[in-house]
């Protein structure tokens, strides 16, 4: 070995909001951790979402209980954690005719999402009436409202947060190398060795949490994987202005859901997202007209004639590629579950992180320190 080869218990791939989780838990039990990216922290995926810490609503239609539980579990304490980074925010859920969703379902689920969230009542759902809604968001139409709900959930801005993830990684002991070009992994059953711009790192474990770049990068070193992801990129669009002060669960006429989030620290309302499989390099895709054309309509279907957006009002537009996982025997069997893969070759172990969303890193990083069978040696 060379002056330039550095040696650490854990090597991450990936400084994303898993990555800098899964760092910043096992410093934490007393492990001395390797993060290798080759952009920076949190510049893919991680920095380019709807911005919310929440249970996932939606996801109770599909019976996904475990993972909202999960989700409002990590959101409480995402909320105790990082109290300026992570506040509740006030949701409302209008509910036009002809909508796809009965009004009696949507509140169903949202009496649902209370009992999961726990016993703060502060927080719960309510009806609110369409005079009230009126106030509330203006700039909405008034015929065809059926019903309105009120509802809480939070929100973040997801860079800052998984920049302070990372940091308090490095605060104890992580050690982060951005921009940082991989050209060779090996493994000779004591360590890896991962051959890098910076020198080259070892460790007796390795783990894959590139994200939405995991196949790419499982294909490129050769890893053995049980699972393989689906590449469905969501796309949001801002526009200048406040639409609302609250935040809106929208739904369109094929079912899908989109936010409408007011940002009044930038003066803009954030709209989002759209939901398009993939099947080109991560590093190729980028956000089409089509894209914005469909937000564009979709909101406009509820705004009044006054407040209609035009593509001219569209001051930006972004696109982040969101990991399902998928199994390699079938991968039409979709999950927005995330699942750790674990391999190990003689003293050595190599475990992959499939899916995840922001919500969750808490307890994903938790899981992977169980898999691993790591102790808390000291935890702050």
Known sequence: MTNSTHKSDVIILGAGINGSGIARELAMSGKTVTVIDKSTIGSGTSSKSSRLIHGGLRYLETLQFKLVHEALLDRQELLRIYPDLVKMRSFYIPIYKPSPRPAWMIWFGLKFYDLLSGKNKQHHSRVVSKKQFSVHAASFKQEGLKAVFHYYDAKTNDLQLTQRVAQDATENGANFYENTFISAITNNKEFFTVRTSQGDFTAPILINATGPWIDEVNSKFEFPAKFTIRKISGIHITVDGLLTNDLMFMQTKQKRIFFV???????????GTTEREETDLIDNIDVNEEDISYLIK?????????????????????IGVRPLVAEAENPTNLSREYELDKHTFGNTTLLHVF???????????RKVRKVLKINISYYK
Do not use: C, H, M, W
Request: proline share 7%; glycine share 6%; no cysteine.
């Open 298 to 318: 979709n909101i406009n279907n509820y705004l009044k004639p006054g407040f209609q957006i035009l593509r001219q009002n569209v001051k930006d537009a972004f």
């Open 261 to 271: 989030i007011p940002e009044p620290n930038n003066n803009q309302t954030l709209i």
């Open 355 to 365: 899916g995840g969303k922001l919500t969750t890193y808490l307890s994903l990083a």
